[in-house]
């Protein structure tokens, strides 16, 4: 090392210095798409701190920086998992049904804000929203038309659904059982991940400590009924979304982690029974190497707090599984072709971070809903990732890049002074109560605007190579008769069903909750008979409340 | 100038982006103007009763949802209604082109798209407002 350190030091007083001096750099200062400085050169003297063993390990062994299994994507790819859903159940199972045929390997729902918030088409806060940012579900009804023609034994299903988590995952169940699939067949994720709701994504609609009973419920039902269910994909997505840099997200969504576990060991369960089917989900954003660095950093992170806080034995409970969506923020409205390559770039970066599925973003959602074609090249630049472009050949290709395990390195370490401070409030449930997560992300999304506004941050065909705006023509519309159809339907169920045995099962529901039983249960009974969403969360929200949300 | 001028931003019907309501409040606010934030999920009449009793100059509608086209009306409408529609009245976020001119006819001023700078939005305040 000695050797090296000479070495070094001479190259950079005979060499670079001088070189720097007659011609000058690029920039004052070189930073990353997070604002963290980068030098010149990377060198083993930047490796010094780090053991390989210890620190790196090899792909499947702890701490699985390296990657989560001990061949990757040599024995199967990563899912590609397109997030799609939009208007009617009947709409949205025929996208499904495109994608599939394409060559897409998972599904991923969208559903509408209502859905998403608990209520239902014809509800006086849904109006104007129904089927606009994804699937209208009302009951059980609509979920059989969803998945009509696609048999749940054989796809795996992940759902952007997070306050009424329960509900959807009940009538998933439902239509399996129709299906005649068994429950231990079913494959999927549901996001589940209420914390980010209120920092950075709003769909929220109980208060903090019943929201996060709502989950414990599924954890418990899911160890017991569901074992190859993920019951929660805790996002940094939106965390990012919401304008945080790398490691925030990193740290605010390995926190938000956390938080869950301490709940589920709060009501007793042991954790080797639910932290295996704990899933992620991360952004992938512009920054090449740092994104790579941030993906590779979160598997080491999560195991070592996994192994050494939490004491799991089992080596699942500290492998930090992942779905990745390239970043809805870095498209662009401006010159909106140019979002191909940047998609492109990002997912990239998620496939060389040992990602286990991931959305590719299409080219026009700066615009509006994506179009048919949109959707089918952004699945292409997965396709052309994983079979022309070699990387997914060997595993963790950028292992042993001077820059890359450096800067994994210290993301690791950034985060958890991140941690630290979160600890200090008395967790995150507590942080984000205080604020504090929503200012530290606020202030970033301020700053990063700020640098594109002075041109510091680039951004191709906003701050620099502009053009006047060149439109493109298609933008995918919503049957504005759809909201009216969605209604009728709904009345039709409602009139057409028991209503006793719809009153019997709103009253179970109401007792489990004052009664601290496992929700789970009384929910799934009750979508059997076709009641509604909304009628399931009324009740929940007659018991729980509702969360207010503060302006910080 | 800025000093003037009182600005809501407001978040109408369920969707819960508000980044960008917030980088521009806090842009506005930057730029000498009085700025009120309504928070998510406002109600029409929760942002028109707010836009008459902050007695507010201009309302900046944020929305990224789509529903737009059956929220804006109302809103405009409600202005009218009570005596408020002397505001000027501008939008932003996921809104598509397709959508500008029946949402101008409506007497909605401005539309902007993800990417404007803050300071294009402070100068159009300031046009439409006619302060030098």
């Known amino acids: 090392m000695a050797d090296l350190e000479k070495g070094f030091q001479e190259w ?12 000058g750099e690029r920039k004052d200062e070189f930073k990353t798409g997070s604002n963290r400085p980068v030098k010149a050169l990377y060198s083993p003297l930047d490796l010094e701190d780090i053991d390989y063993l210890d620190d790196i390990n090899f792909p499947g062994q702890f701490p699985y920086t390296r990657g989560v299994y001990p061949t990757m994507y040599r024995s199967r790819l990563w899912t590609m998992r397109q997030y799609a859903g939009f208007g009617t159940a009947k709409e949205t199972n025929e996208r499904f049904r495109y994608l599939l045929d394409h060559g897409q390997t998972g599904l991923s729902v969208a559903f509408d804000l209502p859905t998403q918030i608990g209520y239902d088409s014809d509800h006086e806060m849904s109006k104007g929203e129904v089927g606009r940012v994804g699937v209208a579900i009302d009951t059980l009804a609509d979920m059989e038309t969803l998945f009509d023609q696609i048999p749940l034994d054989k796809v795996s299903t992940s759902m952007t659904i997070n306050a009424p988590a329960s509900v959807l995952l009940a009538m998933y169940i439902a239509v399996a059982e129709k299906q005649g699939v068994e429950k231990e067949k079913l494959s999927g994720t549901i996001q589940n991940d209420i914390l980010k709701e209120y920092i950075a994504r709003g769909t929220y609609i109980f208060p903090p400590e019943p929201s996060l009973r709502l989950i414990t419920d599924i954890f418990e039902y899911c160890s017991q009924e569901l074992p190859s269910w993920n019951t929660i994909s805790i996002s940094g997505y939106h965390i990012r979304e919401a304008g945080s840099d790398a490691v925030q997200e990193l740290a605010f969504t390995i926190a938000d982690g956390i938080e869950y576990v301490e709940s589920a060991l709060s009501i007793g369960m042991d954790v080797d029974s639910f932290a295996p089917r704990l899933s992620f989900f991360f952004n992938g954003q512009m920054d090449f190497l740092e994104e790579v660095a941030k993906f590779r950093a979160a598997r080491r992170l999560w195991a070592e707090i996994m192994k050494e806080r ?3 034995e089992k080596a699942k409970s500290c492998m930090l599984r992942f779905h990745t969506q390239t970043a809805g923020a870095a498209l662009t409205a401006q010159q909106p072709q140019n979002n191909i390559v940047r998609v492109a770039i990002q997912a990239l970066a998620a496939v060389l971070g040992g990602t286990q599925s991931l959305h590719t973003n ?29 990387v997914a050949d060997t595993i963790d290709p950028l292992a042993g890049s001077y820059y890359i395990e450096s800067m994994t390195d210290k993301l690791v370490d950034e985060a958890r002074e991140y ?8 967790g995150m449930a507590e942080a984000i109560k205080a604020g504090y997560v929503q200012r530290e992300i606020q202030e970033s999304a301020y700053q ?3 640098a594109v506004e002075s041109g510091e941050k680039v ?7 502009k053009e006047d705006s060149k439109e493109i023509g298609d933008i995918l519309k919503v049957d504005p008769n759809l909201e009216k159809d969605q209604c009728q339907q709904l009345a039709e ?6 209503s006793d045995k719809t009153e019997k099962h709103l009253k179970d529901i109401r007792n489990a909750a004052i009664n601290d039983e496992n929700l789970m249960y009384p929910i799934l009974d009750a979508v059997r008979d076709y009641v509604s969403i909304g009628e399931i969360c009324q009740v929940l929200r007659e018991e729980f409340g509702e969360y207010e949300a503060k302006i910080f | 100038m800025s000093e003037n001028i009182k600005v809501l931003i407001a978040k109408p019907g369920l969707d819960g982006h508000d980044r960008g309501a917030k980088v521009i409040a806090r842009g506005l606010k930057e730029a000498g103007m009085e700025v009120v934030y309504t928070g998510l999920r406002q109600t029409t009449e929760q942002i028109v009763r707010a836009a008459v009793q902050e007695d507010v100059d201009v309302i900046g509608l944020s929305i990224l949802s789509g529903a737009h086209s059956h929220l804006f009306p109302e809103i405009m409408k ?9 505001v000027l009245v501008i939008a932003g976020g996921i809104i598509p082109d397709d959508d500008h001119a029946e949402l101008k006819d409506l007497g909605i001023k401005g539309i902007f798209k993800p990417g404007t700078p803050i300071n294009e939005i402070v100068e159009f305040i300031h046009q439409e407002l006619d302060v030098a």
């Open chain 1, 493 to 498: 169920i409602r009139s057409d069903r028991d």
């Open chain 1, 459 to 465: 951004v191709v065909g906003v701050n620099k190579y």
């Open chain 2, 78 to 86: 409600k202005l009218k209604d009570n005596g408020k529609d002397d």
């Open chain 1, 419 to 426: 941690l630290d401070e979160i600890e200090e409030l008395g």
């Open chain 1, 310 to 312: 939490f004491g799991a």
């Open chain 1, 448 to 450: 990063e605007q700020k």
């Open chain 1, 362 to 390: 299409s080219f026009d959602e700066a615009l509006g809903l994506p179009t048919e074609e949109a959707a089918k090249i952004a699945l292409r630049t997965q396709h052309i990732i994983a079979e022309e472009s070699g």
């Open chain 1, 12 to 23: 950079k007083e005979n060499k670079l210095d001088k070189t720097v001096n007659n011609y």
